[in-house]
């Protein structure tokens, strides 16, 4: 699960190392010349460093809340994909047709689901046919 955001961490990395050698050189340019222009130089470079790295983080969080209502709605029965309809793009679209909330709050109002039937449309198959009278084993 970490590994993806290992690389991107370890990109993140590489980009503040830049702006800060970018930094002591702008530093250094500017006792050497009497003027500030590269040390401000410098600062905006680490300004772009900053939006990046916020922009990019936004951008995988999105994608992450966009999955857990995706997986969720599976679960529930409300989106109607199954199996090989389950993808990252289709996941997205249902995202952005749920009005793209910010938060997504664990006490949103959900069906009342049976744990088979969600495993079953998580595993790609449509859940069971199940009987008008509750089972022994139902806990709803």
Not at 5 to 32: M, N, Q, R
Not at 40 to 69: C, D, K, N, P, S
């Amino acid at each position: 699960m970490l590994r993806p955001y290992l690389l991107l961490v370890s990109c993140w990395s590489g980009i503040v190392a830049c702006a800060l050698y970018t930094t002591v050189v702008g530093w250094l340019a500017a006792l050497d010349l009497g003027s500030s222009v590269p040390l401000q130089w410098a600062l905006m470079l680490w300004g772009a460093t900053f939006g990046w790295i916020v922009a990019e983080a936004f951008y995988e969080w999105q994608l992450h809340r966009a999955a857990r209502l995706y997986c969720e709605d599976i679960a529930d029965g409300v989106c109607p994909d199954r199996g090989m309809q389950m993808t990252s793009a289709n996941a997205w679209k249902w995202y952005r047709r749920q009005g793209s909330p910010w938060w997504i709050s664990s006490k949103r109002t959900r069906p009342d689901t049976h744990p088979v039937d969600a495993i079953a449309r998580l595993e790609g198959r449509n859940p069971p046919p199940r009987n008008a009278q509750r089972d022994k084993c139902d806990l709803r």
